[in-house]
C-alpha cells in the first residue's frame, strides 16, 4: 500500500508586510489628503486625515480618540500599552496639517504624492507626514508582530502646528492633559537628519533647542493729508525707515549651549576650530543645513508684511507692518531692548503671537537610544545636538514637563537641499529615507 501525503496545511497565513513595506504608501496617502492650514478656518482642515490615522490604529486593535477643537480642526490620540505601564511613559507626535502650496509652482502636484526619481513628492513630505507615516508603520508592525513597546507610549496626530498649534497641541494641553499623564519625553520633527562629512562619519542632527517665537504688528501714526502737499509727518515713511533699519539689521552672535556643543562637535568632524564670531567659511561648506545652522547664531527679526493707505492721493494717518521675530534661549530680554532702540520712539511694538524658546541638554538614556538606533542602520552615524531656528508643538508639551527632542530619522543623500524643502517647492523625501527612519523608530522604540 503506497504512503499517503500529508494533507496541506490550510492554516498557513502569507506572512504579513512589515512597516517597512508600507511606510511609503501611507506617506504618500497621508500626502494626497489637501490639509493646507492658512492661519485660520478657512482651509479644509484636518479632519480627514485624523480619520485616516485613527481607522489604521484602529486596525491594529488600539482605541484612538479624535479631538474636534472646531469644525474641521482634528487631532488623534491613541495609547499603546507597554511591558511595564510602570515606567515614565514616552510621547511621539506629528502634525497633520501643512503649509499651503501652489500647484503652477511645483514640478509635480503637491498633493499627488507622486513617487519620481526615488522621491515621494508633495506637500507634507518632510513637514511632517513622513514622520507621521513612519510611525504609523513602526506601531501598526509591532503590534501586528505582538510586540509591545518596553513602556507605554502616546501617540498624538495633530492639527494646526503650522500655526502655532492654538487648535492641535495646544487645545489637548488645555483641556485634556491626562490624555498625557505620565509622559516625560517626547520626539518629533525637524530633527535626526543626515548630514555627510566624509566617508567615514555622518552626522545626525537632533533637535534640543528651539527659538523663541515672537510675532509683532508695529504701527506708527502720522497727520493724515492731501498727496499734492509738503507733509513732514508721513506715517510711510517713518515705518518705512524704521523697518529697513530693522530689516537690514544684524543681530551678536550668541553661544548658547547647544551652539557650542553643536560647534564642538563639528570641529572634531572637521578636524579645525571652528569662531563663531566668523562662520561664513564654516556655513559654507555645510550644504544645505547651513540655514538651519546659521539661523540659530542670532536673534533675527525679518518683515513680512506692509500696510497703509486706501487712495492714491491722501496721505494716510496711520502705517503698519509684521515681524516675524526669533530669540534665542535666554535672549528674549536682550532682543525686545534691541527692537525697541532700532524701532526708535516713534513706532509702537505690539505682539500678535509669542511662544517661549526652548532647550535642553543632549544627554540620558533617550538619546542614548538615539545613537544607538542610529548606529545599528548606519555604522558611519554620528547623533549631535542642534537649534532650531523655529518652533514645534514641543513647546506646548513642555507646559506639561515633557522634555522634547526632535527625532525623525532619515538618512539623505547629500546633494538633498533637505532644509530649503520646509515650506518650499518640490518638497520630496527619498524613498530610502523613509525605510531606514523606519527601521531606526522600530530599534529606539526596543532600546527606550
Avoid at 544684524?250 to 569662531?275: I, M, N, Q, Y
Wanted: hydrophobic share 40%.
Amino acid at each position: 500500500m503506497s504512503e499517503s501525503k500529508p494533507a496541506p496545511d490550510t492554516t498557513r497565513q502569507v506572512p504579513a508586510v512589515t512597516g517597512e513595506d508600507e511606510v511609503v504608501d501611507l506617506c504618500r496617502d497621508l500626502i494626497r489628503m489637501d490639509t493646507s492650514n492658512y492661519g485660520d478656518h478657512s482651509g479644509p482642515g484636518e479632519r480627514v486625515a485624523a480619520e485616516y490615522v485613527a481607522e489604521k490604529l484602529a486596525e491594529v486593535g488600539l482605541e484612538p480618540q479624535i479631538f474636534e477643537s472646531h469644525k474641521g480642526r482634528a487631532s488623534t490620540v491613541a495609547r499603546i500599552q507597554g511591558e511595564d505601564p510602570s515606567r515614565p511613559a514616552l510621547l511621539i507626535h506629528g502634525h497633520t496639517d501643512v503649509v499651503p502650496a501652489n500647484a503652477v509652482d511645483w514640478t509635480h502636484h503637491p498633493f499627488s504624492g507622486e513617487i519620481v526619481d526615488g522621491c515621494v513628492w508633495g506637500r507634507g513630505a518632510v513637514d511632517m507626514k513622513d514622520m507621521d507615516a513612519m510611525t504609523l508603520a513602526v506601531v501598526r508592525d509591532r503590534l501586528r508582530t505582538g510586540r509591545k513597546p518596553p513602556r507605554d507610549i502616546v501617540l498624538a496626530f495633530l492639527a494646526d502646528e503650522e500655526a502655532g498649534g492654538v487648535y492641535g497641541a495646544g487645545h489637548l494641553v488645555r483641556e485634556h492633559p491626562e490624555l498625557f499623564e505620565g509622559v516625560t519625553e517626547a520626539i518629533s520633527e525637524v530633527g535626526g537628519f543626515s548630514f555627510t562629512v566624509n566617508e567615514n562619519l555622518r552626522l545626525y542632527l537632533v533637535e534640543t533647542a528651539q527659538k523663541g517665537m515672537d510675532w509683532m504688528k508695529l504701527t506708527v501714526d502720522g497727520t493724515a493729508g492731501h498727496g499734492s502737499m509738503i507733509h513732514r509727518d508721513n506715517a510711510i515713511t517713518e515705518l518705512s525707515e524704521a523697518v529697513a533699519r530693522l530689516g537690514r539689521y544684524e543681530f551678536p552672535v550668541r553661544v548658547t549651549k547647544t551652539l557650542r556643543h553643536f560647534l564642538d562637535e563639528l570641529s572634531d568632524a572637521l578636524g579645525t576650530e571652528l569662531d563663531p564670531e566668523n562662520m561664513d567659511e564654516t556655513l559654507a561648506k555645510l550644504g544645505g543645513i547651513a540655514k538651519l545652522i546659521g539661523a540659530s547664531l542670532r536673534n533675527t527679526a525679518n518683515p513680512t508684511q506692509l500696510g497703509a493707505g486706501y487712495k492714491v492721493n491722501v496721505i494716510p494717518g496711520q502705517a503698519t507692518a509684521h515681524v516675524d521675530g526669533r530669540f534665542l534661549p535666554g535672549y528674549e530680554e536682550e532682543f525686545h531692548a534691541d527692537l525697541d532702540r532700532i524701532l526708535g520712539p516713534r513706532v509702537k511694538r505690539e505682539p500678535m503671537h509669542a511662544d517661549k524658546a526652548l532647550e535642553t541638554t543632549f544627554d540620558g538614556a533617550l538619546v542614548d537610544a538615539m545613537q544607538t538606533a542610529l548606529r545599528a542602520e548606519d555604522p558611519i552615524a554620528k547623533a549631535v545636538p542642534y537649534m532650531l531656528s523655529a518652533g514645534t508643538d514641543a513647546k506646548h508639551f513642555d507646559n506639561l514637563g515633557i522634555r522634547g527632542f526632535g527625532f525623525a530619522p532619515l538618512k539623505l543623500p547629500p546633494e538633498l537641499d533637505f532644509a530649503g524643502m520646509f515650506h518650499g517647492v518640490d518638497e520630496r523625501v527619498p524613498v530610502d529615507a523613509l525605510k531606514f527612519g523606519t527601521r531606526v523608530l522600530d530599534r529606539f522604540i526596543e532600546l527606550s
